[in-house]
């Protein structure tokens, strides 16, 4: 112990010192194996992340690179402070050749593997540069490695991130539905829907801080979170599932395994809706007795049909009947008719027997 609190001071001087002057690709080679050993340092990480975007441009030292990342990768198993700048630092880095991309990729899966907190840190930094003005180009990759390697963790994570971008002024739902397509278009059946939609349904979302939104903001979240929850139900009606239930209509059983587990999952989804509008729309939000109702039907999908489309134009009119035609031959659970039932009986929530 005596000895590292010595040689700490000076590794960190042999490092700086190494960036300084001209380099030539054999001192660059030196070099990194020089910082691939002292890696388990946090400032000599941090100092890797700020350089290694430079680094990768020359070829030649595309092996040492590699080498370097993964002794960052495996040492950020401590989710310190430090860490966390590793880890935003890595997920803003650009890369242009595809051939290094996918070995970072591996680099990153290695880093979020060292430490339960990485995986939503890195999360967290990506959707972010998604929705900034410069979108990264690894973007889409790291995410559907985070949905292939923890597809249950990332979706409940991934709704959670979502509800952080509805409370401020400027409005992200446009920018968020097209998000989730590409994601769902780069991971395709992967993706947890029927997690990530109990997600944005929590009874208390985290970081929120919703006393100090004004009603019109509140109202805002409830329409956009239900939004959400209409577009990852539509987003499920895949073309395979889409023929294979035309297919079914017409006698061929070859896929009905794959069409039970869709609209059980879409049952599920709006039983979760519904008791999203009964326990904790009223209480957290306290919309507008009209606008809890158009809610309501909303995810129960028995608005009309431009309700679904209006933001985006998606689903596109050539897919829009058959997609919203699914949502309506969706399993009702018994749980779901009965919380109607109550919700039309209590006093306090603006839906009479009637309706």
Not at 110 to 123: G, M
Not at 248 to 253: A, E
């Amino acid at each position: 112990q005596v000895l590292a609190v010595e040689c700490f001071p000076q590794t960190l001087d042999l490092v700086r010192a190494g960036g300084r002057g001209v380099q030539t690709d054999a001192n660059m080679k030196n070099s990194l194996k020089f910082l691939m050993t002292a890696a388990g340092m946090s400032e000599v990480r941090l100092l890797i992340v700020q350089r290694i975007e430079g680094w990768i441009q020359n070829p030649k030292i595309t092996k040492q690179c590699q080498d370097v990342l993964t002794a960052v990768a495996v040492n950020c198993h401590n989710h310190s402070p430090e860490d966390v700048q590793v880890i935003e630092g890595l997920c803003g880095v650009r890369l242009k050749t595809k051939l290094f991309s996918s070995q970072f990729v591996g680099c990153m899966k290695e880093l979020i593997s060292s430490h339960p907190d990485n995986l939503e840190t890195a999360l967290n930094s990506v959707v972010s540069n998604e929705l900034g003005q410069q979108r990264g180009p690894n973007n889409m990759a790291l995410l559907a490695m985070m949905v292939y390697s923890w597809p249950e963790e990332t979706a409940k994570l991934l709704g959670a991130v979502f509800l952080t971008f509805l409370t401020p002024r400027e409005d992200y739902l446009r920018a968020l539905r097209s998000f989730l397509r590409e994601l769902v278009r780069q991971v395709r059946n992967e993706f947890n829907f029927a997690v990530f939609a109990r997600s944005l349904m929590r009874e208390k979302p985290a970081g929120m801080e919703l006393q100090n939104l004004d009603q019109t903001l509140k109202e805002r979240v409830v329409l956009a979170v239900a939004d959400l929850v209409t577009c990852s139900s539509m987003l499920m009606a895949s073309l395979l599932i889409r023929e294979a239930y035309n297919g079914y209509v017409k006698g061929d059983k070859v896929m009905v395994q794959q069409l039970q587990e869709f609209f059980s999952t879409l049952g599920v989804m709006q039983r979760d809706a519904v008791w999203w509008m009964h326990s904790v729309v009223p209480a957290t939000y306290r919309p507008q007795p009209a606008m809890y109702k158009t809610c309501l039907r909303k995810v129960l999908f028995l608005e009309p049909s431009e309700t679904y489309h209006s933001k985006d134009n998606w689903p596109p009119e050539a897919d829009r009947s058959a997609i919203l035609h699914l949502m309506s031959e969706a399993n009702l659970m018994e749980d779901t008719l009965m919380r109607i039932l109550v919700i039309g009986l209590a006093r306090e929530l603006p839906l009479s027997p009637a309706d």
